[in-house]
């Protein structure tokens, strides 16, 4: 039987076998002080019954055993090896016993009354597959987040010679690929939205393994094909990249577009795409040397 963060009263957590109203889903890997935080404030701020689980992707700075003993109501899937955004987020969907699933980061804070208004709207709009909050940085900015889906000139464009080439186009298809004329201070439909912060019904919140940590967004879009909303109103914290600052990730990265590209595209649009990233590629590997 799977409990669930139901009542919390002078700091105590009540535990019951009723249905939550939201499964959180939190993938950590080696973000352990970052992701307490991330827990205390879902545990000190929202008026919901959650049902909180944490896969932790086989993390070496304590973060598996800092949630065993600081949040013991908190479901715990410790992995043995690393299964990636995309696997840990499969895993933890997989035990949710909620008919809705936030997928969060763990470098996120919630305000209150943020799940509760991304949950009502996907409740009360049955034609929308999935709803994001507006993220803000640590020093208050609004994070500009939300995308078109990307064709594959963007790709092409932004990851490879072309863009230096053709830079005038760049700026213009990259400026709509990101919705450059809307401040994010406003309810919007949107094609994509982030793997940070996405709320979808359970049936819809299952990602391709095939991609490992880049391009999630996108390929759900993809395969949903619904509408989905940007709420302006739900405030959520959010440090960004947090465990993703190296060179592996950007090899990661480059590997999942080419993946993804792959999947949407052809095999010989990826090919095209290898050749013409290669030297934007090496001179990122040559600058992290």
């Not at 987020?89 to 016993?97: E, F, R």
């Not at 995308?147 to 213009?172: C, M, T, V």
Request: charged residues 20%; glycine residues 4%.
């Amino acid at each position: 039987m799977h409990y669930f963060i139901g009542i919390i009263e002078k700091g105590t957590i009540l535990q019951q076998p009723a249905k939550p109203d939201l499964s959180v889903v939190i993938v950590s890997y080696n973000t352990r002080e970052l992701l307490r935080n991330c827990l205390h404030a879902l545990l000190g701020s929202q008026d919901l019954a959650l049902e909180i689980i944490v896969v932790d992707n086989a993390s070496s700075d304590g973060s598996a055993d800092m949630v065993r003993v600081d949040f013991p109501g908190v479901q715990l899937h410790a992995q043995t090896l690393n299964s990636w955004f995309c696997g840990g987020n499969n895993i933890g969907s997989a035990a949710a016993s909620s008919d809705y699933v936030l997928l969060l980061n763990p470098d996120t804070e919630v305000s209150p009354d943020a799940l509760a208004k991304m949950l009502r709207f996907l409740r009360e709009n049955r034609s929308y597959s999935a709803v994001t909050a507006q993220l803000v940085y640590p020093h208050g900015a609004i994070q500009p987040t939300c995308a078109r889906i990307p064709s594959f000139e963007n790709l092409l464009l932004d990851y490879s010679l072309l863009g230096w080439l053709r830079p005038q186009r760049k700026h213009r298809l990259h400026a709509e690929l990101v919705y450059a004329d809307w401040d994010r201070t406003s309810d919007r439909d949107v094609e994509a939205i982030p793997g940070s912060c996405s709320l979808l019904r359970r049936t819809d919140a299952r990602l391709d393994v095939d991609l490992l940590l880049y391009f999630p967004e996108e390929d759900l879009a993809r395969r949903l094909a619904g509408r989905m909303r940007f709420l302006a109103a739900a405030h959520i914290y959010h440090h960004e990249k947090s465990s993703t600052r190296n060179w592996l990730a950007t090899r990661i990265f480059f590997r999942d577009m080419l993946v993804y590209t792959r999947k949407h595209h052809s095999l010989w649009h990826m090919l095209l795409l290898w050749l013409l990233s290669r030297p934007v590629y090496w001179a990122m590997w040559l600058k992290n040397r």
